[in-house]
């Protein structure tokens, strides 16, 4: 980890002052791939992680279709959704059973960020099963306990569309300051969970393999390089000469994005934002924007130094 400079210091204060201004609370990591070089702010603080941990998800059912525990052509039925609340996209909003492949499951669920086509894979691979790959992995500090569907079904569903802010707004209030929560799926003790720093590991095993079976790490990377939301941080560092491959979490007033952005010129930098706002409003494009800007200033600064 990098000694923090007095421009360095300036600079995460001034990024802390911004996103406290923009009613967020943050812990952010990025990353040099190569070099190890890191900068962040509140890196080790545990956040419910939301449709984060589809990654891991996605990487442990591809290592049991390497071993031959699966089959990835095995079509499996999956019930329908029938979720019609804002947010949720795929097999989650269908009305009729339909019949997918094992590997295009774990492509909906990764890309699309689909939680019917994720639960599907869990009850293949249980959420304990995946922390057993992670483990497997030496990857410490990602906890996955549940699976998908609880996601979608929060204060949020139980209330017409024009009292969403009232479940934001528990969401915001109901929390403890040992990050426990009266929402089950906001208690970092009882949610699936997990750290900047400890995400940025996964990214890290993904992108720079050892532990993690090289074609299975870069099946996992194409996936995140398809995902199809791109709202959050990719504005700040999808460009024609940077690929940037991810995966986001959202869960009431908790936004997450993480990922990895591959510049032309070889430099490779992992990235883990994770925020809670405490603003009760369910749209938030200034949100979005501020979460792109501050990982964005924390690369440049590495990039840069």
Known sequence: MSTIDSGEAALLRDIRREL?????????????????????IEPDLVFPVASLVKVPLAAATLERVRRGELDGAQCLRVEPGRVSTPGPVGLTRFRHPAWVALEDLVYLSTCLSDSAAADALFALTPPADVARWLESAGLRGITVRHTLSDLNV??????EPQEAHL????????????????????????????SARSLVDLLHALWRPAAVDTEVAERVRELMGAN??????????????????????????????????????????????????????????????????????????????
Do not use: C, Y
Request: charged share 25%; hydrophobic share 40%.
């Open 167 to 194: 479940a934001h707004t528990l969401a915001i209030e109901a929390g403890t300051p040992g990050r426990g929560h009266g929402l089950a799926l906001l208690d970092t003790t009882r949610a699936s969970s997990a």
């Open 228 to 305: 199809v939301l791109r709202q959050r941080l990719a504005p700040d560092f999808a460009s024609d000469a940077a690929r940037w491959s991810s995966k986001t979490g959202t869960l009431l007033n908790l936004r997450h994005e993480f990922g990895v952005v591959e510049h032309a010129d070889g430099q490779s930098f992992a990235v883990a934002a994770l925020t809670a706002s405490r603003v009760p409003a369910t749209v938030q494009p200034a949100a979005e924007a501020l979460m792109g800007r501050a990982a964005r200033r924390l690369r440049d600064h590495l990039r840069g130094g």
């Open 20 to 40: 406290g201004d923009g009613g967020l609370d943050g812990a952010f990591l990025v990353r040099d791939l190569d070099t190890g070089e890191e900068v962040g």
């Open 154 to 159: 929060t204060p949020a569903e139980r209330l």
